[in-house]
């Protein structure tokens, strides 16, 4: 498989053999369905004059030689048309997004295939041996390294897994974007660390609603910030929206007073309500780090009637697991789970298997005694209660032990020498 | 209590532009003040102490250098939001990169020799030996790095770093006679002897050293700063070249009105202390050694990871300080070579630690025109910058300093070698 820096700098003759110039670029272009792109035309420089071939008037390409079909003087330029990749000014040397093994890294070569007459990008190198290729030492380094067959999987990345950094090219590419889709937030997150501010900033302006909160949800608060910086505040009202309250609340928090009151009042009443009541709480007690979304019932509904108001509100909840009871004035009486709901009769009303002991926080504990209780009684979440015990939210486990182990898994602001 | 509130909104454009600017400040000071490392302080001091005032007229000639090439420095990250040795990879690929990285890396190692020494000379004002002192800094420098928050040490730096103000106040109050400073400012001399134009080259590469361009643009695209913003980066930029360079002057000028005057020669950094003098009389040492212990330090610390993080950057090697080491080899690597190797060299027996911090800033100033024909050819390249490229006149300007620089350059490695291939010692 012949590489792209095996080629660029070979010598172009026409069909008498006279030089033309010197290879200098390649262009390449999706065609139909194949997710590898097409050489459709390379550049040949000979001084300052350039031309462009297109593919077409090639006779052989992969060759010590390039030779062309016509004459030089009967050679029609190619016309560059928008959709074209340029692969020496803007993939060779540029990082991109492996969206296989979920990492940012830098091209080091390009490795060609040909298939049914026409060559295609197959593969990325970003590996060490590539970059011994550019310098020169090929020959060297495949005599010193005997790859273990993970390093070379790891070093080759498949074209179809890769992801161009928009904002590098001049223009956009339609077809990628679809692959970043289907990442796990939490990859997306990972990927997100790896570029630079203004990189990351295009990435993010291209995810859907839905996906950016979760993105956002996966990293601290202070690289959320940083990264919105630069987005209009009607886009962060509606981000701010998908996102669960209290993670809404500790992204506000770590914004100006001025710009976070801007946004409260840009986002919907009900969503704004929850945060606010959220922001109002000291940020390291229970208040402060509780959801106000959770499932409440009154303890005379029967099994199968709550398993109905689930259907309605389970979407919009972040846990259906524990289901709270409470009387009229949101006093909390009890708890059930879902296993519980689902092993008894439809027709029993809940005050009949729900537990009345229930374990519970107050708005202003500490954040340890919530990770404590929840270690303790092996729980999902607890509920956080006022001093009359009428509910106010819940703490689901993962948030609690957040602050009390260290989250390496979250991502952090990339600082310079972090 | 209305009025106030009122009055507060009134100032609100102003508040905004005062946030942008102090959220923007920070890697043109820094920069400036890394510029008074020991290599720095040693540079100046003799300047001073061996030519008197008569090398002050350099000084507002850097200044004008200073600010020029840290604003095309400033001007390529605030537009790419890249670092240096990022941009150099794109647009000129991977066998340049190989090379100027590589010269990089050779003169950056000269640095931290220089920094290390720097130790060794303000311990030896002590009496302590520089066996015991450069291997307890070097490990301590090493630990610092990983253990600490790189933001905390950076300040904690910044603070000490107002020591430099000594010299100032030193300056004035040894009395020079200032017409006689002032002489020395606008009357251009040159000779055309080794030792002066090796001075000269000398300030010239430890004002605008290379590994500061490249540390430089780093911290400024890691700031994210907005292309609109810009005008407030280049406050941050001018403010930041003018501290160092009048410091740096100041150090020359208590140099030239206390050693000078003396007649003394800058042999040990004792003698380096005398300058102190009128502001601290016998206290005049241990200012000093801590003075230069301080920017020693700072720069063992910043100058190789500096390093290992522009070189991985290049490369696509993984680099962090967070990872697992197994995870970043090379990142490792490269830093902790330079950190040991550095400290080896001073232990070796050599003649003069004086002579040793400035050859590594001679050679700065060796590799600097090549570094700016590279940030020349990057700044004008309108795919990487847009709109943001050289104006006309900028670009003759910037050229005509280039070339002044390579003709220095060559003319001071010309004199260096020729007595070698003759035959002759030179002093």
Redesign the interface.
């Known amino acids: 498989m012949p590489f792209i820096s095996q080629l660029i700098g070979h010598p172009v003759a026409d069909l008498d053999g006279e030089p033309v110039g010197t290879l200098t670029e390649l262009l390449a272009r999706y065609e139909g369905r194949i997710p590898h792109p097409k050489i459709v035309a390379l550049e040949v420089k000979k001084g300052k004059r350039s031309l462009m071939v297109a593919i077409d008037d090639v006779a052989v390409l992969i060759a010590p030689a390039v030779s062309l079909k016509e004459k030089q003087q009967n050679v029609v330029p190619y016309e560059p048309c928008p959709d074209d990749l340029y692969l020496v000014r803007d993939v060779l040397d540029k990082q991109i997004i492996d969206t296989e093994g979920v990492r940012v890294v830098r091209v080091n070569d390009l490795e060609l295939m040909r298939v049914d007459g026409g060559i295609f990008i197959a593969n990325v190198d970003v590996s060490g041996a590539g970059l011994m290729r550019r310098l020169g030492l090929g020959t060297l380094s495949r005599r010193l390294t005997t790859r273990s067959p993970r390093a070379t999987l790891r070093g080759v990345i498949s074209w179809d897994d890769v992801e161009l950094i928009a904002g590098d090219q001049p223009m956009r590419l339609k077809v990628p974007g679809e692959k970043l889709v289907d990442l796990h937030p939490a990859d997306l997150a990972e990927i997100l660390s790896d570029l630079s501010r203004q990189e990351g900033r295009d990435f993010l302006e291209s995810l859907d609603l839905e996906t950016l909160a979760d993105t956002l949800e996966e990293v601290e608060p202070d690289f959320q910030a940083s990264l919105i910086e630069g987005m209009s505040n009607e886009r962060v009202a509606d981000v701010l929206e998908e996102m669960e309250p209290d993670e809404a609340a500790d992204l506000l928090a770590e914004l100006p007073e001025d710009r976070s009151q801007e946004l409260l009042e840009l986002m919907e009443e009900e969503e704004a309500k929850d945060v606010r009541k959220l922001l109002a709480h000291p940020e390291d007690s229970a208040g402060g780090i509780m959801t106000t979304e959770y499932i409440a019932v009154p303890p005379n509904l029967s099994a199968e009637s709550v398993m109905q108001v689930i259907r309605e509100q389970g979407e919009d909840v972040e846990l259906i697991f524990y289901i709270y009871v409470t009387d009229v004035e949101n006093h909390l009486i009890g708890v059930f789970s879902l296993r519980e709901l689902v092993l008894a009769e439809p027709g029993t009303p809940v005050f009949e298997f729900m537990e009345k002991r229930v374990v519970m926080i107050g708005l202003e504990d500490s954040q340890e005694e919530c990770a404590q209780l929840i270690a303790k009684y092996d729980l999902i979440a607890i509920p956080v209660v006022d001093r009359e015990k009428r509910i106010h939210g819940i703490v689901t486990a993962d948030d609690a032990l957040d602050k009390i182990i260290p989250t390496t898994w979250k991502k952090r602001l990339p600082r310079l020498y972090h | 209590m209305r009025a106030t509130g009122l009055f507060w909104k009134r100032l609100k454009p102003y508040r905004t532009r005062l946030?942008i600017l102090m959220a923007v400040i920070g890697p043109g000071i820094i920069t400036a003040n890394v510029d008074n490392d020991a290599g720095g302080i040693t540079t100046y001091s003799v300047a001073g102490a061996h030519y008197g005032y008569s090398l002050l007229w350099m000084m507002p000639l850097v200044l004008l250098a200073l600010v020029v090439v840290q604003e095309i420095s400033a001007r390529l990250g605030v537009v790419t939001?890249?670092g240096l040795s990022d941009l150099i990879?794109?647009s000129l690929?991977?066998?340049a990169t190989?090379i100027l990285l590589g010269l990089l890396v050779f003169v950056n190692l000269a640095n931290t020799v220089s920094e290390f020494a720097g130790v060794a000379a303000s311990m030896e004002i002590f009496g302590i030996s520089k066996f015991i002192s450069v291997p307890l800094a070097a490990a301590g420098v090493w630990v610092l790095?990983l253990r600490f928050n790189?933001?905390t040490i950076e300040r904690v730096f910044l603070i000490a770093s107002t020591i430099y103000l000594t010299y100032v106040a030193s300056g004035i109050l040894a009395r020079p006679d200032w017409n006689e400073v002032w002489h020395g400012f606008y009357t251009p001399n040159f000779q055309f002897d080794l030792g002066y134009i090796t001075i000269f080259v000398t300030i010239i590469g430890t004002t605008i050293a290379p590994w500061m361009q490249f540390y430089q643009q780093?911290?400024i695209?890691?700031?994210?700063i907005?292309v609109g913003n810009y005008r407030y980066e280049i406050i941050d930029v001018v403010i930041g070249s003018l501290f160092a360079v009048v410091v740096a002057s100041f150090i020359m000028i208590a140099c030239a009105a206390t050693i000078f005057k003396e007649g003394v020669t800058i042999e040990t950094a004792k003698d380096a202390a005398l300058a102190l003098g009128p502001l601290a009389g016998r206290y005049a040492q241990t200012l000093f050694a801590l003075g230069l212990l301080n920017a020693s330090l700072f720069s063992a610390a910043i100058l190789p990871?500096s390093t290992a993080?522009v070189v991985c950057e290049a490369?696509?090697w993984e680099a962090?300080?967070?990872r697992e080491i197994k995870e970043v080899k090379v990142f490792f690597g490269i830093y902790t070579a330079l950190i040991v190797l550095g400290a080896a060299i001073i232990l070796l027996p050599v003649k003069s630690l004086i002579q040793t911090m400035l050859a590594s800033q001679t050679m700065n100033g060796v590799l600097l025109p090549v570094i700016l024909i590279v940030m020349l050819r990057l700044v004008n390249d309108r795919?990487v910058m847009g709109d943001y490229v050289n104006g006309r006149w900028f670009n003759l300007l910037v050229w005509v300093a280039v070339i002044i620089l390579i003709i220095l350059a060559l003319i001071l490695v010309g004199l260096s070698v020729i007595p070698l291939f003759v035959g002759k010692g030179f002093q």
């Open positions: 946030a939001g890249k990879r794109e690929g991977v066998r190989a790095v790189y933001k780093s911290s695209a890691d700031k994210g907005k990871l993080y490369f696509g962090s300080l967070r795919g």
